[in-house]
């Protein structure tokens, strides 16, 4: 399978803390991107690496691409309780412009 | 307002009915995908179209099936032969170039009467 497996299932902290997940995928990617979603809704699009790039910020965000070890990480900075969510990475393959999603990692921010 | 309409938000479904799902946009995107969530998992592709008049299988399209007959539109029928079709359904749009993020609808979940 092309899609990326992220790490950890399930982590819940307090608000406040730094949350970070991982990404890891299989196969040499043209781009890396973080979604988000909320329960029982769509998802949006936080974030995008390209494959040259190996740190990215978004306001509270901060990416990272490691293409050596085929991983990303997601850190999310001082977070909230309406960060509370489930997070998704998705790789991007430009020839078949097409992309594999991960599992997610369900994120908990306790107030 | 920009973005995609997907309809209905619940559906259900009786035995060996075929039940179409709504996908519409006017972000004037090329691309339109469909994808399937099943609880706790991530998404997975079903059938994806980049232009009008042509589209193609996904990972999962078996018991599915599209059409692409204009750009804003990209309904997805489920039918009698996609045995097991309780899920969550996801529509997405994106301008098809070079792995540029997707805009999501917000959805239509599934089950079997």
């Known amino acids: 399978s092309q899609q990326g497996e992220e790490d950890p299932q399930a982590l819940s902290i307090q608000e406040g803390e730094n949350a970070t997940m991982n990404c890891s995928y299989k196969t040499s990617i043209n781009n890396l991107q973080w979604y988000r979603q909320n329960s029982g809704r769509g998802l949006v699009h936080l974030i995008l690496i390209r494959s040259n790039e190996r740190e990215k910020h978004s306001g509270r965000l901060r990416v990272t691409l490691d293409t050596s070890k085929k991983s990303s990480s997601l850190l999310i900075t001082a977070s909230r309780a309406a960060d509370t969510a489930s997070y998704f990475c998705a790789t991007a393959y430009t020839l078949f412009n097409k992309f594999y999603f991960g599992s997610g990692t369900k994120l908990n921010v306790k107030p | 307002d920009g973005g995609i309409t997907q309809s209905p938000k619940y559906l259900f479904r009786k035995e060996g009915q075929n039940v179409t799902l709504s996908c519409e946009q006017n972000l004037n995107h090329d691309a339109m995908y469909w994808y399937r969530q099943d609880p706790g998992q991530g998404l997975r592709l079903i059938y994806y179209?980049?232009?009008?008049?042509?589209?193609q299988k996904g990972d999962i399209a078996e018991g599915y099936s599209v059409s692409r007959e204009k750009k804003e539109s990209f309904p997805l029928t489920v039918t009698s032969a996609q045995k097991n079709p309780t899920a969550f359904y996801l529509c997405a749009t994106g301008s098809g170039q070079g792995g540029q993020p997707q805009h999501f609808g917000d959805g239509t979940r599934l089950s079997i009467l």
């Open positions: 179209s980049q232009i009008v008049n042509d589209f």
